[in-house]
């Protein structure tokens, strides 16, 4: 059976673009000051690594709770749904792989996947998906990561990536980047 | 092998049956799928640092697929780690974690001085904890003989770590150097799960071993500590309803 590996967050959905561009609410029962909320909005938005030598912080928990409601209000890219369509009626076998912390966000994920009609066989969670597709045998991903989209070819998988302005400095290593996802149905054929 | 798993299952009875997470070195779909039968569900797969620590979050197991599992766990072969039931439970624990990002299996001062007063206010309280040594830290379990809210159970942790962690800063300790996480909590019941007793950790290939009296038993004493936990330190309703009034008054006292 064809396998196909295929990250969630900014390339099924808009994560990046609903984190910037979403008006989150500050909730005082969070226990943090408005003044804080901003701040760590900003650090977030800024892309700014947590610091903490902490494990759990009052950052990592503010991130988390911002990273669930993107997750719910992220939008799906229509061509991804009916490429993920395709590869149902095709007899794929379907791999959603996130680096997301499922543990607490597979619920609203999968609910996210059901809504938008998106299909597919296993939700993964993987801290390194090169590992990960190496492991279970998958030679197809479809990710934005710019390590993923450099290092595929080491571990014998094809990338392919949505082209984003992140990717123009990046050693490509016979990654494909693709402007819509209807290119990919050729490409993954042959 | 077979009394054993009475053991564990009498144990471990406040615990829902039909779904659990399951850690193994295992891997591959035709894996997955041999655990996918007579109805089990698939939510969800982990895979972290390592390919040789893979995790795999299962539903709607029958009871002949959760025995096949737990026999495994006492084999060695997986980790089997329950859920806990939505609204209330005959079991809780309080896991008590070092919570630095590096060399976080250290045993730091602040968790050896945590457990120390946590054991302590639950002991006084009548609430003996079954103590075993997790990667990170301690598990700290404690059996009831009926089934009692969640939410009451919860708010009873709370205010236990609330007492512990005061005691750590009392002593000019830093409380944020360890993470304590209640099970059941009400607010993530359905996300967090716990590694039964009585198996090597499918990673470090540790056992879970028991601590009793500040010694680190080994793997036939802990199994010894396990049963003895289970037939003699099962909390009454009654027992924990005083402990609850206990630690209400400590923190609503009466004005006089």
Redesign the interface.
Known sequence: MKTIAIDLDDTLNNFTETLQQTAFTYDPTDGISEEKFHNYLKKMRNGDRDSSELLSNEYSSFCGKIISLCHEQAQARPDGVAFMQWLRAHQWRIVICTFSDLRSDSDRIRTWLKDHQIPYDYLFMAMNKLDFCNAWKIDILVDDHVLNVQYGSRYGIQVFYPIMSKHKTVELNGARGFTTFNELITWIQN | MDSKLTLLKEFYSGLPKDRAKVETAR???EF?ESLLTDGTT????????S?QLNKY?LANLSDQKMDKLLRAHLAKENNVCLYFDDVASSIFCINLDN????N?TELIPEIKLALSLLREHLTLLGCEPLIIASGRGYHLWCRLAVCIENNRLHQFMLRLAAMTLAGLHNKGLDY??I?TNFYPDPR?R???SLRLFGSDHSRNKTFSRVVLNDELLDEEASWMAFENHLRSKTITEAQFNEAVNVIAAVFNPTPS
């Not at chain 2, 698939?42 to 640092?49: P, S």
């Not at chain 2, 919570?99 to 590096?102: D, F, I, Y």
């Open positions: 891997l591959g779909f997955l698939f939510e969800y797969g982990e895979m972290h640092r390919t979050k919570n630095r990002k590096s976080n944020n150097q993470k993530i359905s996300r967090v």
